[in-house]
């Protein structure tokens, strides 16, 4: 008969405790082992746990095993641990449906993404352009605050970083051109920079932080406190009554905001110029006058409006597709900024392309 | 006397993903009847209420609401139907940003061309229909949890619905309270001779005002008819909601 091998479990039994048991119970290649429990008193879930999970391995290693003065309630527990069956659902099956890989899942969605954000836009556009010729078809108070909200209030964060965005690029540009003697040239460097590229990213990239975002939370609070589904219960379109004057408002605020930007910026380079590098004034003003075209601002005021188009439909599509509570609100407001951010830099970059190349021909009659 | 059919479901099947949530579930309810379905949490109770409102389309089967078909209409189709329901949400779903007589007067100010003293007039009667004459000018936030689900009752009823929905109407609220909007709910029903159609697990409320109703669990419906019906089902899974639901009663 072999011999049956006792264990003493402590008082304190932990997985480290099961381990060095385990080990021993190896190197002596026992087979048979009696767990002894007498010095238990109390089994919190916890000890219940490591035991069954050192019984596992025993049952693994094929060892046989036995317990002894364990409570019949912990015993229950421990069988339930060891031998319960995996928790059943309420859900049942359909016919087994093929499963897609991560790549063409990944695919799917974004086609998903594609062609409900194509609907969204098309939806906007509709209440938009015609919205004013339905009765209630157009909010205008609410379209009017959503523009003080997303305009005027950014206002003195546009000024603050176009400021000193300027600032900066005067500083730079006057260590480089100070070298030729032509500091003066700063005025067309700080000028062209600001209105045809870095005005209207400032502008875009702070309006995605603050507004878009700020649009994605409020929609996706919106949805989780079924908001939304009230709006549509009652026949209301989400798009008209929500998303327009957002959409709106957004449309007005950033090439106004961009402008702003424009000025801003520009009279960072102006006071740094002026004060720093003795440039008189007027000088500084002709030059700035004669290196920026009505060209120039149209081509910033383009690049806003596809700045405004890509804010707006990003925050509102991740607003309105949230789902999980906080946690997927926060999720989503997270994508509204990154995805809004990637897409301008995308729309910039296409931009400065096509100007770039086209840039003998297209010329806008201001 | 027969009464007239409001809601027919027939043979719905819907899913999520690739789990069946819904399956071949038929019933039908009656004018002037308060209808609730039960089930315990997650069984598919308030997606078979959205299915209802058109906000969902179900896999298979159709549902008659009014003599009309909405699992084949388009929300332009479904239009006229919606301005003859009412719905009122779990946690009130209030618009946040307008004060009460603004959220009850929202449908009036979308489908009427009432003045806006008509409007006033009504909201405030549906206001005093529930009790919440003094609040009406307040922000949702600036209300309790009883005065909320109040307030959505009274924008249910703006429009003067024929069908009103509840989901979970006495969730999050004490005893009492729950109790009193069981009594706005009867009264509504029997001064307005309205249908009511109430999803919840709360078998407290349902004894105290239902009709009729269905058990739905593991997807199917398993025990329909009257409450009394219901608890001389054979049904073992009917029979544990009951002794369950007792038994946290008496505790309480």
Not at chain 1, 262 to 284: A, C, E, K, R, W
């Amino acid at each position: 008969m072999v011999q049956q091998h006792i264990i003493h479990i402590s008082p304190e039994f932990s997985l480290l405790e099961g381990e060095s048991h385990f080990k021993r119970i190896r190197s002596e290649k026992i087979s048979n082992v009696l767990i002894d429990c007498s010095a238990v008193s109390i089994w919190p879930s916890s000890a219940c746990a490591f035991l069954a999970d050192f019984i596992k391995r025993l049952n693994h290693r094929n060892i046989k095993w036995s317990l002894n003065s364990i409570p019949e309630d912990t015993l229950k527990t421990i069988n339930f641990m060891l031998y319960r069956k995996p928790a059943a659902t309420h859900l049942i099956k359909k016919d087994e449906i093929p499963v897609v890989d991560d790549t063409l899942s990944w695919v799917v969605t974004s086609w998903h993404n594609i062609v409900s954000t194509v609907k969204l836009l098309e939806d906007i556009t509709f209440w938009t352009l015609l919205g004013p010729f339905f009765k209630h078809g157009f909010r205008y108070s609410r379209t009017l605050f959503e523009i003080s909200e997303r305009g005027m209030r950014s206002l003195g964060i546009v000024a603050l970083v176009a400021g000193i965005m300027g600032l900066i690029l005067a500083i730079q540009a006057a260590a480089q051109l100070q070298n030729f003697g032509a500091t003066i040239y700063i005025a067309n460097l700080v000028g062209m920079a600001i209105v045809r590229e870095l005005g209207p990213l400032l502008a875009a990239l702070l309006t995605a932080g603050r507004s878009g975002s700020a649009i994605t939370a409020e929609l996706g609070s919106m949805v989780a406190s079924e908001e939304m589904d009230a709006l549509r219960a009652m026949g209301v379109s989400v798009t008209k009554y929500i998303v327009v004057p957002k959409f709106v408002a957004l449309f007005v605020a950033l090439p106004c905001l961009t402008i702003f930007a424009d000025v801003i910026g520009i009279t960072g380079g102006y006071l740094f110029s002026t004060i720093q590098l003795g440039i008189p004034s007027s000088h500084y003003i002709d030059q700035t006058i004669q290196a920026i075209s009505a060209n120039d601002v149209m081509i910033g005021l383009i690049k806003s409006i596809a700045d405004a188009i890509i804010i707006a439909s990003i925050a509102v599509h991740q607003g309105l597709n949230t789902s999980g509570g906080a946690e997927g609100i926060g999720r989503s407001t997270t994508k509204s900024v990154v995805h809004s951010i990637i897409f301008i830099a995308i729309a910039h970059l296409f931009f400065t392309i096509l100007f770039y190349f086209t840039g003998h021909t297209l010329k806008f009659n201001v | 006397m027969n009464k007239k059919t409001v809601i027919e479901v027939k043979n719905l099947i819907t899913s999520y993903d690739d789990n069946v949530v819904l399956d071949n579930i038929s019933f039908s309810t009656h004018e002037e009847e308060i209808f609730a379905v039960l089930g315990g949490s997650g069984c598919g109770k308030t997606t078979l209420l959205k299915h209802l409102l058109g906000l969902l389309r179900p896999d298979a089967g159709s549902i008659s609401i009014l003599d009309f078909d909405i699992t084949k209409a388009n929300d332009d189709e479904m239009q006229p139907l919606r301005e003859q329901i009412g719905m009122v949400f779990q946690g009130g779903a209030l618009f946040n940003s307008m004060t009460l007589a603004e959220n009850v007067s929202l449908p009036l100010e979308e489908y009427t061309d009432y003045s806006t003293r008509v409007i006033r007039d009504i909201v405030d009667w549906k206001l005093h229909l529930v009790g919440l004459d003094h609040a009406r000018d307040y922000l949702p936030a600036e209300l309790s949890g009883g005065m909320k689900k109040r307030a959505a009752i009274a924008r249910a009823m703006v429009m003067d619905p024929k069908l009103l929905f509840f989901d979970e109407h006495t969730t999050g609220l004490d005893p009492i309270m729950a109790a009193e909007l069981d009594r706005i709910i009867v009264r509504l029903r029997d001064e307005l001779n309205i249908t009511v159609v109430v999803v919840t697990h709360d078998l407290t409320s349902i004894r105290r005002i239902s009709d009729r109703a269905i058990m739905i669990a593991d997807a199917k419906i398993i025990a329909s008819g009257t409450i009394k019906e219901m608890e001389q089902s054979g049904d073992s899974r009917v029979i544990n909601f009951f002794m369950q639901h007792d038994k946290e009663e008496q505790l309480i």
